[in-house]
Every structure is written in structure tokens, then in C-alpha cells.
């Protein structure tokens, strides 16, 4: 499935002259949906609309930044967005996200305890969990013999042109600083530095750079290991069980949160929580996991799931792994951008 370059804010402060106060919206006919590319399925869309009369315009994207600078822009007006955790904290920072009503949210009380405490958005208070998910290294065993357990093992000369990673700057930076030992709330000027020469050693010895697909390539046999979104893995490991394997990175793993946001200046502000309300029954939102395997944080969706489901190790990771969230770096993206842009650009990819 398609997800997206993680690339921070860099001018998220201009978005706050976006749009006026939302007009009451007690006679929405429509919903304007913006969201991640390949990430709600039509049948979720038809049965919204067949049940309330609420035609979704689904307009989507590839990027927290895309989406972004369609709303600074101004080209066009949203009802409900998609933003990742980090996104969600630096809007919530800037005034851009309307407060939800959760008394027109009863279906929130399947979204599980973990999921209320986290710092973008402790309360939820204006946002949604929809789907979360991990970065892990997704492994063709038949090719694969030798143990890959972190980051160190992928990046070796004996893969050479076999690797597959996301096309993503803040992702790949964070990959090398916890090879440093350092979290990805590290991000400074100093520690890009010292990540610089990890990389550059690194990036020449990938094949694909695939933030969209990247299954594809290990199903097509291109590549034979590489670093992948969570739910890319587990379908991997569906079609193809006992070929594929996922394994969360032992220096240290990113958790994403994926959520629903209803944009300032939303038009259909009441159509928008109905919609959020009715992706959050359990049946519907067990939809969902269906077509896209990651991690449902709808707990009485998940109670749906068939056993095999529940058992995919990408969707479901055994254990206690350790994980963390991306938190908004501000002015430092721009860092972060350049240091990948250049090192990409060297290594001839």
C-alpha cells in the first residue's frame, strides 16, 4: 500500500491564516476526504454513504508534505484529513485542527487505553487514531541465510543492489542515529553530523528507493531485503507464507500513529465526525484491516480479526519491542532534507 515521505513542517506556520470560521453544516450533503493514497477502502466509502446520503469526495496523497501544501495552498477545501502523530502536535501547536466533539463520537470508546496517553494528542482532543503501524525489515528467506536482527545487518556490502528502503529522509536519518544509540527525538544540527558518515556509507548500497510499494520489489524478486512500512510486510507475508519474514530492528523501531483531523476551515464540520464515527464501529473499521494489515487501535475490531490476522508478526509484533514515536522537529526538517538530498544524490541513486 502506498504511505509516505516523512518530511516535518517546515513552513507550517504560514498555514495559520487558513480558511475562515466553518459554517454550520446541520445540511451536509458531501464530505471532502484527504487522505493517504490506497488507505480507506471503497466499501468503507459506498456503506457511509449509502447509510447517510454523505457523497465522499476522496481526494488523496502520498506525503505529510503534499498534504500540507495542498492546505497552504488553499486550492481547494477539506473536511477531514489524515495526519501522522508528529503532524497532529505541530498543528495542534499552530491552531489548525478543530476541536472534536466526542459527544458525537460514541464509537471512541473502542479505541484502545495506549492509544489516549500519547503526546501529540493525550486526550484526543482533536484527533483520531486510524491506523497504526511500525518500520521493520522485511526479509525473503530463501534468498536471505544469514541472521538480520538491525539496521547494521541490512546496510553490507554482500547486499549490495539487493536492498530495498523507503524514500524517506527523517525515517533513514532516524535508522542511522539509532545505530549511534541515539532516539529519534536526537535530531540536532550536531548529531546529523555524526549520522552523515553512516549514511553515506549506507545509501550507495541500495537498489530502491520505495516509500509508495515497497512489497513490490521483494515480491517481483528485484531486491531480497529492505526496510518497509509494517503493513507492506504483512501482506508479504499473506500472499507469500514461509517465503517472507519482518523483524523490528534491535537498535530501536518507529511507531506511527495515523489519525483523523478535521481541518481549520472545514466547511462540513458535523459530516466529518459522522464519518470518523462511523469508521470507528467495530465492523467497519475491521474493514480496514481487510485490505490494509497494520495495527488496528479500534480493540473491538480487532476481537474480529480471524487468528492468522492476529498472528501476522508485521501487523501484530510478538513481544515488547521497543518503540517510538516521530515528534515534530520544526525548522530542523529542512536539516534533515538536505543531509538525505545530498548523500541520495552522491551515491548515484
Known amino acids: 500500500m502506498i504511505r509516505f515521505a516523512r518530511r516535518t513542517l517546515v513552513a507550517l506556520g504560514t498555514l495559520a491564516g ?18 493517504w493514497s490506497e488507505y480507506v477502502p471503497q466499501s468503507v466509502l459506498d456503506g457511509f454513504t449509502e447509510e447517510t446520503g454523505i457523497q465522499v469526495n476522496y481526494e488523496t496523497y502520498a506525503s505529510n508534505e503534499e498534504m500540507l ?15 501522522s502523530e508528529y503532524v497532529i502536535e505541530a498543528m495542534v501547536k499552530e491552531k489548525l485542527l478543530v476541536p472534536l466533539d466526542h459527544a458525537k463520537l460514541p464509537n471512541l470508546k473502542n479505541i484502545g487505553q495506549e492509544y489516549w496517553n500519547q503526546p501529540h494528542d493525550p486526550k484526543l482532543a482533536y484527533s483520531v ?7 521493520g525489515i522485511a526479509v525473503n528467506t530463501q534468498k536471505v541465510k544469514d541472521p538480520v536482527t538491525g539496521y547494521v545487518d541490512v546496510f553490507q556490502q554482500k547486499y549490495d543492489g539487493r536492498i530495498v528502503i523507503l524514500d524517506d529522509a527523517l525515517e533513514i536519518v532516524t535508522w542511522g542515529l539509532a545505530t549511534l544509540g541515539l532516539g529519534p527525538d536526537a535530531v540536532t544540527k550536531a548529531n546529523l553530523e555524526k549520522v552523515r ?3 553515506a556509507k ?9 516509500s509508495d510499494s515497497p512489497k513490490t520489489p521483494l515480491l517481483n524478486g528485484d531486491v531480497d531485503l529492505g526496510i518497509v512500512w509494517s503493513g507492506e510486510a504483512a501482506i508479504l507475508i499473506k500472499e507469500q507464507p514461509g517465503k517472507f519474514g519482518y523483524v523490528l530492528p534491535k537498535e530501536g523501531a518507529h511507531m506511527f500513529i495515523d489519525n483523523f483531523a478535521i481541518p481549520k476551515g472545514a466547511e462540513h464540520v458535523d459530516a466529518a465526525h459522522r464519518f470518523i464515527d462511523y469508521v470507528l464501529r467495530p465492523e467497519v473499521s475491521r474493514k480496514i484491516s481487510e485490505e490494509f494489515p497494520y495495527t488496528n487501535p479500534n480493540v473491538a475490531a480487532r476481537k474480529l480479526l480471524t487468528p492468522e490476522e492476529r498472528a501476522n508478526p508485521a ?9 517510538s514515536t516521530f515528534r515534530d522537529i520544526g525548522p530542523l526538517a529542512a536539516d534533515v ?3 538525505f538530498t545530498d548523500l541520495k544524490a552522491k551515491s548515484g541513486s
Not at 202 to 210: I, N, R, T
Not at 315 to 323: F, H, T, V
Open 129 to 135: 487514531p486510524y491506523m497504526q503501524g511500525t518500520v
Open 337 to 339: 532534507d538536505k543531509l
Open 18 to 35: 487558513l480558511g475562515a470560521a466553518p459554517p454550520p453544516a446541520a445540511a451536509a450533503e458531501e464530505l471532502n476526504l484527504f487522505a
Open 315 to 323: 501487523s501484530y509484533p510478538p513481544g515488547n519491542p521497543k518503540l
Open 202 to 210: 549506507w545509501l550507495p548500497l541500495v537498489k530502491v528507493y520505495d
Open 197 to 199: 558518515p553512516v549514511l
Open 69 to 83: 501544501a495542498k492546505l497552504l495552498s488553499g486550492a481547494a477545501s477539506y473536511d477531514l484529513i489524515q495526519p
